[in-house]
């Protein structure tokens, strides 16, 4: 597509329920990235995928956290057991191989009430 | 973590000034990119730097990448009110073999405001 896209753009769940964000990267773009931003805050990252594979997940806050990529494309953040805390924008980027420049979708309001 | 530290954390406009804004670290970094965010919107990519010493212009907005490697800044000349929004910093890190870390390092962010 023209540009990244984000489904939903705004999620309320309960405490302790399961979510999935979605993210459709720009046609093309082997790289995809997930952010985090809380209020006031910079894009924290999480992970990114080169292809199908996470190339680095270290920014992933715990184990509740997970993400699939699985056709090189479109990618799910699935987060478990939800908490008030995980309450935040959820970002996507995307980026040409081997170009530093990623470009961003509108992001996922997730909030955990 | 890495820490990029932006300043200033937020700041008044009137139209037609020219504005400065800057991002340091204690590390050295291959890459810095500048995004502006409007309310409810991800990041739009204004400007990327690739070379120590690189001075790069997008319209009004130009940028330079610190010859230290370790900073980085935005100035924005004749300002208009579309201006206004959040401006961060973000770099990639240079890694110990010389390449970089895949991921992006987000400054804080600069919040740029109509002057009442």
């Known amino acids: 597509g023209a540009g990244v896209s984000q489904t939903p753009s705004n999620k309320v769940t309960e405490k302790g329920k399961y979510v999935e964000l979605r993210c459709d990267p720009i046609s093309g773009h082997t790289a995809l990235y997930w952010y985090r931003q809380s209020l006031g805050q910079g894009p924290e990252f999480l992970i990114y995928?080169?292809?199908?594979?996470?190339?680095?997940d270290s920014g992933l806050p715990n184990d509740r956290f997970f993400a699939v990529r699985p056709e090189g494309s479109v990618s799910t953040l699935k987060i478990q057991r939800t908490e008030r805390g995980d309450s935040a924008v959820y970002l996507c980027?995307?980026?040409?191989?081997?170009?530093?420049?990623?470009?961003f979708g509108q992001g996922t309001r997730l909030t955990v009430v | 973590g890495q820490q990029l530290n932006q300043s200033p954390q937020s700041m008044f406009i009137q139209e037609g000034e020219d504005v400065s804004m800057n991002c340091t670290s204690s590390s050295i970094f291959n890459t810095w990119l500048w995004y502006k965010q409007d309310p409810g919107e991800g990041p739009v990519l204004l400007i990327a730097l690739y070379k120590a010493g690189e001075l790069t212009s997008n319209g009004r907005l130009t940028a330079q990448f610190g010859i230290t490697r370790k900073d980085s800044f935005l100035n924005i000349s004749a300002s208009i009110p579309s201006d206004v929004g959040i401006y961060f910093c973000a770099g990639q890190l240079r890694m110990n073999y010389g390449g970089s870390q895949g991921n992006l390092i987000f400054g804080k962010g600069t919040k740029l405001s109509v002057k009442p």
């Open positions: 995928f080169q292809g199908t594979g996470a190339a680095d």
């Open positions: 980027a995307s980026s040409q191989l081997r170009d530093t420049r990623a470009f």
